[in-house]
């Protein structure tokens, strides 16, 4: 019988996801202060889901 294995962190977003939260950081930013860090993890979150979702070449 297959057995399912749980993950055992939360689920990265998908890169369209990323992408949206990125986008809503930008536009929500307070007193025109750069939010770095929380840029720089949402960035590496992005790059990650991309690589994840291009197929493989031959």
Do not use: K
Not at 5 to 14: C, D, F, I, K, W
């Amino acid at each position: 019988m297959h057995e399912t294995l749980t993950p055992a962190g939360p689920a990265r977003p998908s890169a369209a996801e990323a992408n949206e939260a990125i986008r809503h950081l930008v536009e929500t930013r307070v007193d025109g202060e750069w939010p770095s860090e929380a840029y720089a993890f949402l960035l590496s979150e992005w790059a990650e889901a991309s690589r994840a979702e291009v197929p493989a070449g031959p």
